[in-house]
């Protein structure tokens, strides 16, 4: 039997992706998105928030590129992946990122909110879903990474 790998999240960039084309004539964005939780305890409101990194390929890439801006709120879902490289000291360094397969643009109703999957095909879709509340997120917070 096999496992599962699949990851949901709701959040918001924080920072405009990163897109490029690679050699092999596809493209890839990176996205850094934040997510918060709250609750109370001893009377005092707590807040933390997480930041995980995305990567999103192909045509999915590039329309992420050019709709999605830092402070965009966006559900992603796709699973966990592990790299591994060597740093210029020899040390052997690891990155867990999520790589998306579905990317939706979220936004109040009566904003554009685009839903884009790499299983779509055809022109762009407009969704328009309420997936409860926002995270709270600062633009001025700088990425930890």
Not at 36 to 42: L, P
Not at 76 to 83: F, M
Not at 105 to 111: N, Q, R, W
Request: charged letters at 25%.
């Amino acid at each position: 039997m096999s496992g599962v790998n699949k990851v949901i999240i709701v959040g918001r960039l924080g920072a405009d992706p990163e897109v490029k084309a690679i050699g092999s004539g596809s493209t890839v964005a990176r996205l850094n998105i934040a997510t918060s939780e709250s609750w109370v305890k001893d009377g005092q409101r707590q807040e933390k928030t997480e930041w995980h990194r995305v990567t999103v390929w192909g045509k999915l890439a590039e329309i992420c590129g050019k709709h999605l801006s830092k402070g965009r709120q966006v559900y992603v879902e796709g699973k966990l992946q592990t790299r591994s490289w060597e740093d210029q000291q020899g040390q052997k360094r690891y990155a867990t990122e999520i790589v998306a397969n579905t990317v939706q643009f979220l936004g109040a109703a009566g904003t554009e909110a685009g839903s884009r999957s790499n299983n779509n095909s055809g022109g762009d879709d407009f969704n328009f879903n309420d997936f409860g509340p926002e995270p709270s997120f600062n633009s001025n917070d700088e990425i930890p990474f």
